[in-house]
């Protein structure tokens, strides 16, 4: 890893995630050394009690990087918006 | 073609009539309304709120519909879907689609709502008669409907007999 | 649970107000609307006459709509289809299905119409621009369409998930 | 065959079948050697030139006895009405 400064990004919350978060949205400072969603909420785990209850059963949470859908190993260089939220069930 | 995010109900009389006025060149409209469904007893669902992701919701949306109508054949297609607080028997969401052969509009109609279910950024909050309730939890059958899409050329074989 | 034949256009908005309303058990609703289509140049159709069998026509319509019920679990439906002098851009038929569950709904309705389409006495007359025109033939994928029905359980496997 | 008397049925024929018929329905006596459907359609080609021409591909033609469709085996014993139309075109 290189010594990248800290990236701002704003993070935002839906459904289940965001009650437990108990907030909308944040924005937050990332250590470089965050590469990916998995490692994102890894280290947001590590934050407090809110993260690490919304986060209880990483897998089931899913993320959006600018609004569009994204695995955990997708990349979050560049992200101005990244989204947690449940597994949707509208329609 | 065009897709809605909104707390109004919709008229399905009227969409339809707007999708169709004056056009000689459609024969088969489909539609799929979804709505509140209600139960009985102390489970009875007295109120369903519908959280979205604006801007998501959309995009996604237009992901879909652009999707089917790169599958297959449409006149036309609109999809509407409401968020807020609904009642038991309210409206949900819309989709209509419009094409030559009732093969392509079935077939388009089911695609979106597949996909619709799975993909757009919509999350249910139930209230039940006796209190309790929370977030609706995804089925595992709206996962396994989306298969079988998978590998389907731009038009089916079924569709393009049909033509 | 209905049939009607008529030489009256219907309106669909009505119909589903009239299916729907102060019903809280259904889920899904999904209709199909089957329309004259025109054409263009000396070939476009400007005249659309059909022609039925009184009586054998709701019997079979009637038939179809039980054999539908049987399979899927509807909580209604509802079969209108046309007979007389149309034009294009006029409704022939209209197919109504509502159940707990989308999938029974739009399998009942991809049903009655692949039914109603090959098995109800209806003939449909042709008369175009350039004075042209006769009886349409009957299209071989319509009976194609049926054979995806032979052997379907009562309720079929992917709607039994989705209960 | 038995020498049963001659059977009445009312005969009706939509669409194209009506057209070269030049007639919507009829009753005819039938006579007892015409068992089956097919049996009927061939004595009604010897009837004329209007019943060839409706018959004149006589596996096109459907059938129904008393308003449900029937195969051309069917057996014609008891028909009250039966029809002739060309394969359907609704819906």
Redesign the interface.
């Known amino acids: 890893m290189t010594e990248a400064p800290p990236a701002t990004v704003k993070l ?1 919350y ?3 995630v965001r009650e437990k978060m108990g907030r909308a949205e944040e924005t937050v400072s990332v250590p470089a050394t965050v590469a990916t969603i998995a490692d994102l909420v890894q280290w947001l785990r590590s934050r407090g009690p809110e993260y690490e209850s919304a986060f209880e059963r990483p897998e089931i949470v899913r993320a ?1 990087i600018d ?3 994204v695995k955990p190993h997708a990349t979050v260089a560049g992200a101005r918006e990244i ?1 947690f ?7 | 073609m065009a897709v809605r995010v909104q707390m109004e109900d919709f008229d399905i009389g009227a969409e339809l009539k707007r999708i169709s006025d004056g056009r000689t060149d459609i024969g088969a409209i489909v539609t799929f309304t979804g709505t509140v469904r209600g139960g009985e007893g102390e489970t009875a669902i007295t109120q369903m709120t519908l959280e979205h992701y604006p801007g998501m919701t959309e995009a996604e949306l237009e992901r879909i519909e652009t999707e089917a109508q790169r599958r297959w054949p449409l006149q036309a297609s609109l999809v509407i879907h409401r968020h807020g607080t609904l009642r038991p028997g309210d409206n949900i969401v819309l989709v209509v689609t419009a094409s030559r052969h009732r093969q392509a509009a079935f077939e388009a109609a089911e695609f979106l709502m597949d996909f619709l279910k799975t993909q757009a950024p919509f999350w249910k909050k139930e209230t039940r008669a006796d209190g309790s309730g929370g977030w609706v939890d995804a089925r595992e059958c709206d996962d396994t409907a989306l298969t079988r899409w998978q590998g389907a050329a731009a038009t089916s074989p079924r569709v393009k007999a049909a033509e």
């Open positions: 935002v839906f459904a289940w959006a609004q569009a859908h989204a939220f449940p597994p949707v069930t509208g329609g």
